[in-house]
């Protein structure tokens, strides 16, 4: 009954490779955000979307670009990846209408070799 | 710039006892909201509990209630009647209305039995 789903669940590559990363749902939500999880640091945001073809940085967002050409995918991109994006990466949708917060995918699991 | 602070990195409890899970903030606004989410071995984020700053009376679900300090910027969950199944990871969460949602660095909780 998923209404998001992250794909890949984990993956595993080496550095200086390109990586994408998908998020899509189902729902029609305006908002989409991608995070990273880190020990110690609990989710950050990385870039958000406010709706198609527009988006903004997050707190982290150096290396990392995005793109969201229909509503329900939005995809992070690291374009050559390195041993400190190694982390867990969660997609997020929001409709914003009553701030009842986030839905957040299953997560990625990113492993930079 | 809004912050959120979880004090305890790890607690633990033993089932069917009480516990509390500490959070602070830190923000010149006036109307917000604040989320616990619960993060299970399985790495989903769930939604435990949401308060609205401009509400008065703490929420509660169940099981999980808030102590919500406005004055002081508290926003702590107890957590009644402890059961294996509440082992996770707990995350404390602000939002300014139709904004982003900043985390704190999160809270290990182990129930013992």
């Known amino acids: 009954d998923a209404g998001i789903t992250q794909s890949p669940r984990h993956k595993v590559t080496e550095t200086g490779t390109p990586v994408t990363l998908r998020c899509h749902q189902t729902?029609?939500?305006?908002?989409m955000y991608w995070y990273r999880q880190d020990p110690g640091h609990g989710l950050r945001l990385i870039h958000y979307?406010?709706?198609?073809?527009?988006?903004d940085k997050g707190e982290v967002s150096d290396g990392y670009s995005v793109s969201r050409s229909k509503t329900e995918d939005f995809l992070l991109t690291l374009e050559s990846a390195t041993s400190s994006q190694t982390s867990v990466y969660f997609c997020a949708i929001s409709s914003r209408s009553e701030d009842y917060g986030y839905t957040f995918g299953s997560g990625t699991r990113l492993t930079v070799v | 710039a809004q912050t959120v602070t979880q004090s305890q990195p790890e607690m633990s409890v033993q089932e069917a006892e009480t516990v509390t899970l500490s959070c602070t903030y830190d923000?010149?606004?006036?109307?917000?909201?604040l989320f616990w989410y619960k993060q299970p071995p399985s790495r989903q984020m769930i939604l435990v509990i949401r308060?609205?700053?401009?509400?008065?009376q703490n929420a509660t679900e169940n099981r999980f209630s808030v102590n919500f300090q406005k004055a002081a910027k508290s926003f702590s969950l107890k957590i009644s009647d402890s059961q294996l199944g509440d082992t996770a990871m707990y995350f404390c969460?602000?939002?300014?209305?139709?904004?982003?949602?900043?985390f704190g660095t999160g809270t290990r909780l182990q129930v013992f039995p």
């Open positions: 308060q609205e700053a401009y509400k008065q």
């Open positions: 923000t010149s606004e006036s109307n917000y909201y």
């Open positions: 969460a602000f939002m300014k209305p139709a904004d982003k949602l900043i």
């Open positions: 729902e029609n939500h305006r908002y």
């Open positions: 979307s406010y709706g198609v073809k527009d988006t």
